[in-house]
């Protein structure tokens, strides 16, 4: 009997510590509406606002990798702007730049690069939005 009882009271104990984590759950976080604003009170008052935007990094592929004479540029999640795409060698030195101040209008880019007039090494194709770097990739160039 004494068992019995006590499971009970565990069990009703259980039940609203639910009932109250829900209901502190809501209170803070408001409705699933994203669009809704929860506000509660502490010494000054505080507002969560449910209506955060992700954003996407560019991703910026080649292929094939290591590059014998030439290969393709993918690049995916490209905001609308105005881009510069350069090849550095490893010292840091501009050896050429595909494209300067083109305007793109789509998410999706490829391009072919031909690099056979370089010699081998490892180089960096850098991305530019304006005159900051969005992103780079690495380039090794082998023999043919």
């Known amino acids: 009997m004494k068992t019995l009882l006590t499971k009970r009271i565990l069990l009703v104990a259980l039940v609203s510590l639910l009932i109250l984590s829900f209901v502190s759950y809501q ?3 408001g409705k699933s509406d994203p669009s809704s604003r929860t506000t509660f009170t502490t010494d000054t ?3 969560i606002d449910h209506t955060a935007t992700a954003t996407v990094e560019p991703s910026v592929r080649i292929y094939p990798n290591p590059v014998r004479e030439q290969f393709t540029l993918y690049i995916d999640n490209l905001p ?3 881009y ?3 090849i550095y ?3 840091g030195d501009l050896v050429q730049q595909v494209f300067t101040g083109q305007q793109f209008n789509t998410q999706f880019y ?3 690069i031909n690099i056979g007039n370089l010699p081998n090494g490892m180089y960096f194709a850098r991305l530019y939005n304006g005159t900051s770097v969005m992103k780079t990739v690495r380039i090794v160039k082998q023999q043919q």
Request: glycine share 6%; net charge negative; aromatic share 12%.
């Open 27 to 29: 209170t803070v976080f």
């Open 45 to 47: 008052d505080v507002y």
């Open 80 to 82: 609308q702007g105005v």
């Open 84 to 86: 510069t795409l350069e």
């Open 89 to 91: 060698n490893a010292l």
């Open 110 to 112: 490829n391009t072919s």
